[in-house]
């Protein structure tokens, strides 16, 4: 999010009333970036059709702007699957993902008519005895595992040898096989190895070895049963530093390389992009309630911690955001910088955002702003305490106008808390 913009969307929000003494949070994203993220995607990768993962943002404002740009939609549950359909994505271009369908999902996404994923062999025969041999209106891909190993972060790495996700292609290639010669339904091929963390080589190695047990699968039938080739998720994204910075231009030319056949031999290509169209185009802005001193070391307490933030506070080694800090007033806060630590609201020890980090000195009544929140936090977001999940706004900046704040979700209720329990 440009700085400049987050300056006028916070003043916005500190006028208008939408933070204020008991909304000292809000999730704020910027919608002309989130739109100009996908015209990229759809830009670099034009020979794909590309499903957007719920996963790393349900909201419905943001994939209903998803769907008109174009996108559909990737999901993983059933209630992810019915989300989709009352958006009104194309059916075609919605993708259901999961290890663990029940014969009841399998039955509702047949029905509907959306493109299937199967994780495992065993969900090929679940599929068999449903279908039989009719075949459904849609394709139905299997997931193989190319065992191309771990990228950087080791818990969002699906391509290792001992992955829950797919069918490990070294150990079951004729399995594999076999599955294609008898099920003639069984159309398409899916490979997901990770993103963050996952270069770019990692990446197109696992499609290069899809697109050579796709060669099998056609060679064994004698005609083009492969159909469908699905390369699955995104791109590392930069959230500090020492992160590599992609581009799908980068990723595009990666796929070039290694896999020059994937868009000129006929395939049907899908993308399942979250986090790199997500998460750049939201902030997270909160107020310093109160700060005290302990073990001569400031600790500023702030109003989101590991219910937002569950990765970053359980992993932070492996996930890490930017922070910026506000004075009362909406102005960049000025000062020497002093390292302090930053700490949610929650009942452990443990819920810290920052540890020592060099920061203003925080003091109650000002805003931190936690950026790159736009994936994998509010879809992320805990229980534990109870604890009401913010209100989401977004921003736009109008033709010949100024810039907007538009109410996107509202902040929960007591009542939509208490009927969870």
Not at 19 to 36: K, S
Not at 158 to 185: M, N, P
């Amino acid at each position: 999010m440009k700085p400049e913009n987050l300056r006028t969307a916070l003043a916005a929000a500190i006028a208008s009333g939408a933070m204020d003494g008991e909304n000292p949070t809000i999730v704020l994203y910027d919608l002309d970036a989130f739109r100009a993220r996908i015209r990229e995607l759809v830009t670099e990768l034009p020979g794909a059709r590309h499903a957007l993962a719920v996963k790393a943002n349900p909201l419905a404002a943001l994939l209903t702007e998803a769907r008109a740009l174009g996108l559909g939609a990737e999901v993983a549950s059933r209630a992810e699957l019915e989300h989709a359909l009352r958006i009104g994505f194309d059916r075609s271009v919605i993708v259901f993902d999961s290890p663990a369908k029940t014969v009841g999902e399998l039955r509702r996404a047949l029905e509907a008519g959306v493109h299937l994923n199967l994780d495992n062999l065993q969900e090929v025969e679940r599929v068999f005895s449903i279908l039989g041999e009719a075949g459904p209106s849609r394709g139905i891909g299997l997931r193989v595992n190319p065992t191309v190993g771990p990228g950087r972060i080791e818990e969002t790495s699906t391509a290792t040898a001992h992955s829950k996700f797919g069918v490990t292609l070294d150990e079951h290639r004729d399995e594999i096989l076999q599955a294609f010669g008898r099920h003639r339904w069984l159309t398409g091929l899916h490979v997901h190895v990770g993103s963050q963390g996952c270069s770019l080589e990692q990446m197109a190695l696992g499609v290069r070895r899809v697109l050579d047990l796709a060669r099998s699968v056609n060679e064994r039938a004698g005609a083009a049963r492969i159909r469908q080739v699905d390369i699955g998720g995104g791109l590392t994204f930069r959230y500090r530093d020492s992160d590599p910075l992609y581009s799908v231009r980068d990723y595009a030319r990666a796929l070039e390389r290694l896999c020059p056949e994937l868009f000129t031999s006929g395939y049907d290509v899908i993308t399942e992009f979250g986090r790199w169209v997500n998460a750049p185009t939201g902030v997270a802005i909160t107020r310093v309630e109160y700060t005290k001193i302990a073990g001569g070391r400031r600790i500023a307490i702030i109003h989101v911690g590991a219910d937002l933030f569950l990765r970053m506070v359980h992993l932070p080694d492996s996930y890490y955001h930017r922070i910026s800090v506000f004075d009362a007033t909406g102005a960049v806060k000025e000062g020497p910088l002093e390292v302090q630590d930053v700490a949610g609201p929650l009942c452990f020890s443990g819920d810290l955002l920052a540890r020592e980090r060099s920061l203003p000195r925080l003091e109650p009544g000002d805003y931190v702003v936690i950026h790159d929140v736009g994936a994998y936090t509010l879809s992320m977001w805990s229980r534990y305490n109870s604890r009401q999940a913010p209100a989401v706004y977004g921003f736009e900046e109008l033709p010949g106008g100024p810039v907007t704040l538009k109410l996107l979700k509202p902040e929960e209720t007591i009542d939509d808390v208490l009927r969870f329990w």
